[in-house]
């Protein structure tokens, strides 16, 4: 299985911050990445597939980049409701695994 | 636009089968694959295996011995067995559409339903 990891773990910012989490394959995956929010007691959402196209209604401070094996997920300007876990996940090689998750809080 | 709901039993006893459905409306069923994943605190995101409405199937290697999906495209409904389980399946099951063919990711989930393995 290719394993995925996420750093960090979890991470504080303020309002307006410029907010970047990891996510880096035990292997190549090309561009087979997606990024997932997931608030309490909710489902994950898609944000980014293919590690950079956003996914229709998410707002565009919200992107993503990478290839191979090193992404990034990337909020512009933090804002109050993307307090959440982010995960990453990809889908180059089943089984389709995911990032342990980035817990995301608003200082 | 598409929505999924699971349904089954909250509470299954060990050495049982767990067995779920997801309903699927506002959208063909015969367009997408259609995964099942699970979420439980000790092992964050799983993704169990996923279904085309051909009844092609793809599971996770560490359940393939235990799992079967399988699809109804008339009730737009698709279903996951788990056999023989133990407290270690205890977890948040969602259904996911899985637009691979088109490029993306899991893009429309359903709201999850929590099982319980317990006598």
């Known amino acids: 299985d290719i394993q995925m990891m996420q750093s960090p773990f979890s991470l504080s910012a303020f309002v307006g911050d410029r907010v970047t989490v990891t996510c880096r394959a035990s292997q190549t995956i090309s561009t087979d990445l997606s990024w997932y929010q997931q608030k309490p007691g909710k489902a994950p959402k898609l944000l980014i597939y293919?590690?950079?196209s956003l996914q229709s209604g998410v707002p565009s401070r919200f992107s993503g980049s990478g290839s191979g094996t090193d992404f990034t997920l990337t909020i512009s300007s933090l804002q109050p409701e993307d307090c959440a876990t982010y995960y990453c996940q990809q889908s180059y090689s089943f089984p389709y695994t995911f990032g342990q998750g980035t817990k995301l809080e608003i200082k | 636009q598409v929505q999924l709901q699971e349904s089954g039993p909250g509470l299954v006893k060990p050495s049982e089968t767990l067995s779920l459905t997801c309903t699927v409306s506002?959208?063909?069923?015969?367009?997408?694959?259609w995964s099942w994943i699970r979420q439980s605190p000790g092992k964050g995101l799983e993704w169990i295996g996923y279904i085309y409405y051909s009844g092609s199937t793809n599971y996770n290697p560490s359940l393939k011995s235990r799992v079967t999906i399988s699809v109804d495209t008339s009730s737009y409904q698709f279903s996951l067995n788990l056999r023989s389980v133990t407290a270690a399946d205890t977890a948040v099951y969602y259904c996911?559409?899985?637009?691979?063919?088109?490029?993306?990711?899991?893009?429309?989930w359903g709201q999850g339903t929590l099982v319980t393995v317990s006598s």
């Open positions: 506002g959208d063909s069923i015969s367009r997408y694959y």
């Open positions: 996911a559409r899985d637009s691979r063919f088109y490029g993306s990711g899991l893009d429309s």
């Open positions: 293919a590690a950079s």
